[in-house]
């Protein structure tokens, strides 16, 4: 059985803690507790304790001082996602490091992934897109995925040691980079994934990108195997609506004072019943509508929208507007 360390963090909200505790919880629905151990960075670990009572957890504390000094020079937030992993690579040993983001979930034990991964291979979630596709993303959304790629195609990077490093955007993937596992000799690419970043967020502004530097040097140095299905990874903003609904529905203290058996159960039966939510939520069809129209898929849109209508009859003045919006639109063919 090999051993891992879960790497987690969460500060800031409550919506954003009780995103962690299912995260931390669907894991040992499918994983023993006798042999992971979980490394949560936050700002409050007295909120978790009662919580995680039971669990293998070393807490992390992230203060104001902390937080901005992961955040570096260029201050951007998920900077900090490398930060906390590279500390943590000094506090799991030999272990494997599963690095999840708070917006995800388990969905089975990863011994087979772990099984797969070794100093030459590593893995994150899955293949999203070419860099090259990022070159016609749509306006206004797509400005900073097209910075994003012009900083590829146009400029030099260079590596920590100050080689140059040129991004080949016709063959270089950008993978998710909510979940991570790494074999604990990886800790080496951390240097260079903290020198792209530094590179390409100042030169585009955009979100991920540190998440294009750690899929660079990943997918350079290692073989890459995805693991999207032992991790359901939200992180598009109407499922993170649905997810903090459920949960503040379902996290109180009644449920922080089970046992922790009774509360690792729950987790794994949420993990089926999210999956759902996550497909026929009104949120979710009325997003499903208004994306449609979008895309000028107008028959889609439609379709959406009278489901939204059948499931739930009560007038969302928002989501009609939409509608509305939309077919002057076509109407006017514009």
Not at 178 to 196: R, S
Not at 277 to 296: G, H, K, T
Request: proline share 3%; aromatic share 14%.
């Amino acid at each position: 059985m090999r051993q891992s360390a879960l790497v987690v963090q969460s500060f800031g909200r409550e919506n954003e803690y009780k995103r962690v505790m299912l995260t931390v919880l669907s894991f040992f629905a499918f994983n023993d507790t006798a042999h992971t151990k979980v490394i949560l960075f936050t700002d409050r670990p007295e909120r978790f304790e009662k919580v995680f009572a039971g669990l293998d957890v070393h807490y992390v504390l992230l203060t104001g001082e902390k937080i901005q000094q992961m955040r570096g020079q260029i201050d951007f937030l998920h900077r900090m996602k490398i930060a906390l992993i590279e500390e943590a690579f000094s506090l799991i040993g030999d272990r494997f490091l599963f690095y999840a983001d708070s917006d995800s979930f388990f969905l089975q034990n990863i011994q087979s992934l772990l099984g797969q991964l070794d100093p030459e291979t590593a893995s994150m979630h899955l293949k999203e897109y070419l860099f090259e596709a990022m070159a016609t993303f749509e306006l206004p959304a797509g400005e900073t995925f097209r910075a994003a790629h012009a900083c590829f195609s146009e400029q030099v990077l260079k590596d920590a040691s100050g080689n140059a490093l040129k991004v080949d955007p016709k063959s270089e993937w950008s993978w998710n980079a909510g979940v991570m596992c790494f074999h604990p000799k990886q800790a080496e690419i951390i240097p260079d994934v903290y020198a792209l970043t530094d590179q390409i967020y100042p030169a585009s502004g955009n979100h991920a990108s540190e998440q294009y530097a750690f899929s660079i040097m990943l997918q350079r140095r290692y073989k890459m195997v995805p693991c999207f299905e032992y991790n359901y990874h939200y992180w598009y903003r109407t499922k993170k609506q649905i997810a903090d609904w459920f949960l503040h529905d379902h996290i109180d203290a009644a449920f922080e004072s089970l046992p922790l058996e009774d509360k690792i159960s729950r987790a794994k039966g949420w993990v089926t019943q999210l999956r759902k939510e996550f497909r026929s939520n009104i949120r979710r069809v009325q997003d499903e509508a208004v994306q449609s129209f979008n895309r000028r898929e107008f028959a889609r849109g439609y379709a959406f929208a009278f489901k939204a209508l059948l499931s739930s009859p009560g007038f969302n003045t928002s989501f009609y507007k939409d509608v509305l919006y939309h077919t002057k639109k076509m109407i006017s063919g514009k």
